[in-house]
């Protein structure tokens, strides 16, 4: 069975300033982790994708994760937020077919 | 990766009709597509897997007389929500499988409001 658990149901930040979003994850298997961005009434944006490569994976908008097996997270960061930033973010685990969702996290921006 | 197209983007009807969501693979031939409900301020939840050709497999809980599936082609996969009621309001959306096997691309929503 995969699971995700986000830690953070809301994260405000500053413009500028660093955003961080926690996410961890349960897999019998070794998973596969992504994060989607999701704006208002929108479908969902890849951000980036762990697929057993590279530990550290840059993803788009200048959004990065790190995939760390013995702390099982994927935490997804970004040294400068944007006011486009503000959305909703799901990290997701899939270890077959099918994908597991996170409870979400908004992002808030203050200018 | 795949662009994928819903239609409608939002629909409104009255509770006992019936709606159908379309849901296209502009650039990519789709064996597998599936198909997610999203309620207000919630994640994701999986509803049920499409598959070219064959029955829709559904998700413990989702009723597959009330949700029906059909995906005639490669390229186009259809929910129909029967007898709609105003707690089948949602945001629907559905997605294709990339090359990877676990790699979806999703399309972008259709919010249906039933009165």
């Known amino acids: 069975a995969q699971s995700v658990t986000q830690l953070d149901s809301h994260v405000s930040v500053s413009e500028g300033t660093p955003v961080l979003l926690r996410c961890n994850y349960s897999s019998s298997y070794s998973p596969s982790l992504f994060w989607y961005v999701q704006h208002p009434n929108k479908g969902l944006q890849l951000l980036l994708k762990?697929?057993?490569?590279?530990?550290l994976v840059k993803g788009i908008n200048g959004f990065e994760a790190e995939f760390k097996k013995s702390e099982t997270s994927f935490h997804l960061t970004k040294p400068s937020a944007h006011m486009s930033d503000a959305a909703e973010y799901f990290c997701?685990?899939?270890?077959?077919?099918?994908?597991?969702f996170g409870a979400g996290t908004t992002v808030t921006v203050r200018a | 990766g795949a662009v994928v197209s819903q239609h409608p983007s939002w629909v409104i009807c009255k509770s006992g009709t019936s709606v159908k969501i379309e849901c296209r693979s502009l650039?990519?031939?789709?064996?597998?597509m599936f198909w997610y409900r999203q309620f207000p301020k919630q994640s994701l939840m999986l509803m049920a897997t499409?598959?070219?050709?064959?029955?829709?497999?559904?998700e413990q809980g989702v009723e597959k007389d009330k949700f029906l599936i059909n995906h005639a082609s490669l390229t186009l996969s259809t929910l129909t929500v029967t007898s709609a009621h105003p707690e089948d309001s949602s945001f629907y959306i559905c997605?294709?499988?990339?090359?990877?096997?676990?790699?979806?691309?999703f399309g972008p929503g259709t919010r249906l409001t039933v009165l």
């Open positions: 997605s294709v499988t990339g090359t990877t096997y676990n790699e979806q691309f």
């Open positions: 762990y697929t057993s490569a590279a530990t």
């Open positions: 997701v685990v899939s270890d077959d077919y099918k994908l597991s």
């Open positions: 499409s598959n070219e050709g064959s029955k829709a497999t559904y």
């Open positions: 650039d990519f031939q789709a064996t597998t």
